[in-house]
């Protein structure tokens, strides 16, 4: 289908947002009129450019206050009107949306709306224009579409139509099912926006909140399957009002928007398959992780740590200074190639999927960026993408040790460990990105965002989701850390990292301590407490508290886990998940960070 | 009073909270339950810690969820009960705050919660302990003071009564009347939060967006009258959760919030005049601007405008590198002083008052940092505060000319010239600070909040608030710049800028233009749609296109004003209003924002 966006979803000057629309593939956008207004460049130079860069202009967008008033205000209504049909008619552009009324309205009136867009319809035919009317979810009289088209229809005009946004419908719970009693032809525009589950005043969360679909709770392929089946034939059109893409790389923000349809377009397929909407390809969740990579210039700190965890060195990469070592079906690379300057921190994973090829046609269909690695012959060409926040994402087939480890030379044979595999992967994300990546990890890998918490650390909050896989093989934390610590490269506040599944925490926490691994130091408070907390033995707990173990409980079982000290950007955490466990012990990690901070030499102030 | 804060409002470990709260001069902290636990020292450290800065322990915060529970669930409150109050001896503290149960609740009976307390208290008093119960705004079935109180009534124990907070009753529009029916010795202890004017979930709203007493739109002052009234002698004491505070500097952050008690003190001895607060010297809001200064390494470029405009040269200071413009009542003040490799900004500006010394007494009483200006003999030693965005705030005796002009040397005389006085002092605030700004500026110089509104600029949203007199003789727009241009140092978004009203503003812009001041460049779009918003006649739209002057309109009157160029961070504005105009002509910034962006060389990407 036709794709368009709304100039408003992106940052910079209207030329800005015109190149990045079409650079990202958008068939057309939506004039947001205070763009038009800040920009320089005259309506037919808008126009010229628009053409240069094959992108129409879809929708004028908007005229508020339209319909619902008195006399005197329609007058100044209808002159107001005039100057903007003209202005669209120096433009090319052929339909303009008018929101119901927010403002001005006195009268509440199905026929007087209808008559009064009546006469809009009759002043915008004869510039060749038509009205698309929509329903504001914070319209003073008219807050349903339902209702919207009830007028459109009393109006009864060739020229006035509806336009339908997911926001203003889902945003109230009302049922989108009635769309499809609406004749495509009389649905002039289809805005979508999905959104965050915020409680607040429905005007500020579409104001300041709205996400691309896919990165919130609302049900956009549902809904955009209704607009579909009444046979709406315009474009898919984003018109994303959000404080963050407001302000960030307008190209980037395009590009991800453009995926956010494209992934859309297969979701509606799926849900309702309808013809006419391209697929992706279709695929399994990932079954684990392949593998984790630390990148630094001199990785020897981390190999301590996975020697004295009980890791076996599987030896170095025939053609690059990389290191691989393994513990059960964990396997963490250390790359020291182009890594000048670098403190350890976590560059890539792998993904053990079940078919690679049809992996690597879906990110092609996605338009997702490729990671580049050089590799020489005889060696395993991986794919890879590059993941918002700059995190390479490989995959492999699944299924026994790939074939890849076979480039690791010098290695030592396997010992037996009581690690059984990476349990998760924890990702710190820079504020601008988190959302682009609950789109990203979905769309390309088939991971589920599964909730999300504040952490109190002592620098601020951390705002953590959690992305997954239905049966737990991939998890994947995504924490965003105070703003001041991003703004100034503080430490502490969210750091990146490794968990390894094992069991028999216990024992491996001392013999690990034995071989000398630093673990964090966890405060005796935190043990008192635990005591206070739970009905534990009371040696039991003393164990724990001898072995800096933390301790959570959920309906189905109980967490153990332990911390290494942070090297770099990056630190261990083994874990024990008995009687299906199933979070990440989120009630630890405010005391974890604490102790970070203190490793760290306290927090500066 | 007594003061306290809870340590959860302020950063860092717990530790660095109760060396903060010591500096700042509170008698007691408020004890936050995680802070303790996430600590490495002992409860016999931290107890001798605040022996030793003086602090008292004055609440341990929170028990949750300990009444309305059945039997086998108030079986485990107990058991948790008596590990916190042994903890609690070990710490010598003996007041802890229980909450209304918001998560296990499961009977709505006021006896059932009464009779719980009451053997919670029998518990408690064993260890020498009081329990405060506390109304959560979200209890499940106690979520009003009223209601707490009925339950502390019938529990009848010597060791329960209850806690106010003035976030769970104002934010739920409860009247606080009903407190002064509490026996004050029955109020064991006082929680005071101010909080933004948001519509949002109240968990939500509680939990990060607390503010200090002055800071928000609650009425703080009339609340604690009503407590003070019912015999209340325990602390004033703060809890405010709010995202940003968790971030800043403890030591910052106490300090401004020991002031805002201060400020509270007063406020409520204003209003209910009660025995025993300390009261601040009584101000009257500034008369008007005095001067407003500009640094830089070099000021010529800024010279060579104010000349344009019509500004006279009133020479260079006897002793230091600083020179004086003027205009009408206008003075700019030009710093070359310490200012290597610094670009123009408003470094300081200074208020025209009725009575200096109390102005300074004022300060001292508040505890406001003092500015440092080196002064030699003879001249007049100006008093200043440092401004939480660090601009420096002078003030000087209303009426004529100021004395410090006489040591301006080699001036020229003065021009007759259209411009009046500075309108208005526009600041661009660091996100962190931007909330104690709103408190430092009413509690210091007696301005008052008048509302706020989002900018768009090309950049991201601009957050505006007003500070103001209530005769508008003087106005400070403080202005918060979308994150990403703060954290990276983007150029636009917000900048500082000096506003001049003038009369004949149309005569101005045409004459400064025949001088060769640098008039920022409005777009053709905006005067096409200006004729389209207003009717005005076209000659006139005409002739404010051709000069680069923006139009607003209010109830009251019209607002017409043209920008120079920015230099450095600085530019100026020219601004007539007529009929009373009291805005901004805040529909008019982002147009302003994209021009200077432009004029910048566009938005970097």
């Known amino acids: 289908m036709k794709t368009s966006i709304a100039t408003v979803c992106l940052s910079g000057t209207l030329r800005d947002k015109l190149v990045a629309a079409a650079r990202a593939g958008f068939d057309g956008v939506e004039l947001f009129e205070p763009d038009l207004i800040a920009a320089p460049e005259s309506p037919e130079e808008i126009r010229a450019l628009a053409d240069r860069l094959a992108l129409t202009l879809d929708l004028y967008q908007p005229m508020r206050d339209v319909e619902g008033v008195d006399e005197a205000e329609f007058a100044r209504v209808l002159r107001r009107a005039e100057a903007k049909f003209a202005l669209m008619r120096r433009m090319g552009m052929d339909l303009v949306l008018c929101c119901s009324n927010a403002g001005t309205a006195t009268v509440d009136d199905d026929e007087v709306s209808a008559a009064q867009l009546r006469v809009l319809g009759d002043l915008a035919a004869g510039y060749g224009i038509r009205i698309a009317y929509e329903a504001l979810a914070w319209g003073r009289f008219v807050d349903d579409y339902r209702r919207a088209w009830r007028i459109v229809q009393r109006a009864d005009h060739p020229a006035v139509g509806v336009c339908l946004d997911s926001f203003h419908v889902l945003s109230r719970g009302h049922d989108p099912a009635a769309i499809e009693a609406i004749p495509g032809e009389k649905i002039f525009f289809l805005q979508l926006a999905d959104a965050p589950d915020l409680s607040m005043d429905v005007l500020s969360w579409s104001r300041h909140h709205r996400l691309f679909p896919g990165e919130g709770v609302f049900d956009l392929a549902g809904f955009t399957a209704h607009v579909l089946r009444a046979g709406y034939t315009g474009p898919l059109s984003l018109e994303v009002f959000n404080d963050t893409f407001r302000q960030t790389d307008p190209a980037r923000t395009a590009a991800h928007a ?348």
């Not at 690597?360 to 269909?365: N, Q």
């Open 258 to 605: 453009r995926r956010s349809l494209r992934w859309l377009e297969d979701a509606v397929t799926a849900r309702a398959g309808l013809p006419g909407l391209e697929r992706l390809p279709a695929l399994d969740p990932p079954r684990g992780f392949d593998f984790v990579e630390v990148t630094a210039e001199d990785t020897s700190p981390i190999e301590r740590m996975l020697q004295q965890a009980g890791f076996t060195p599987r030896g170095r990469h025939r053609t690059k200074p990389v290191a691989l070592w393994s513990a059960g079906r964990a396997r963490i690379v250390l790359n020291e190639q182009h890594a000048r300057d670098l403190a350890p921190h976590l560059s890539a994973f792998g993904l053990a999927v079940d078919d690679p090829a049809r992996q690597s046609e879906r990110v092609r269909a996605l338009g997702v960026p490729a990671a580049y690695r050089r590799t020489y012959a005889h060696e395993e060409l991986l794919p890879a993408v590059v993941a918002p926040d700059g995190t390479e994402v490989y995959w492999a087939v699944a299924g026994g040790e790939p074939a890849w480890v076979s480039e690791f030379e010098h290695g030592e044979p396997v010992r037996e460990a009581p690690i059984e595999a990476v349990d998760h992967v924890s990702l710190t994300q820079p504020w601008q990105v988190v959302d682009e990546s609950m789109l990203f990890y979905p769309a390309v890998f088939g991971l589920s965002s599964a909730g999300g918490t504040d952490v109190a650390s002592p620098r601020g909050l951390v705002q953590s989701r959690v992305l997954r896989t239905p049966d737990g093989a991939v998890r994947v934390p995504l924490n965003v850390a105070p703003p001041i610590v991003a703004e100034r490269g503080l430490p502490g506040g969210a750091s990146q990292h490794v968990a390894l599944r094992c069991h028999g925490v216990l024992a491996l926490a001392h013999a690990a301590r034995g071989r000398g691994l630093p673990v964090l130091p966890i405060p005796g408070n935190y043990y008192d407490d635990l005591a206070a907390r739970f009905d534990l033995p009371a040696g039991f707990v003393e164990r724990l508290r001898g072995l800096d173990i933390v301790y959570d409980r959920d309906e189905a079982g109980e967490y153990l886990n332990f911390y290494t000290e942070t090297v770099g950007q990056v630190f261990f955490e083994f874990v024990e998940r008995i009687d299906g466990y199933d979070g990440f012990g989120a009630g630890n990690a405010p005391v974890r960070m604490a102790a970070q901070g203190a490793a760290a030499g306290g927090v500066p102030s």
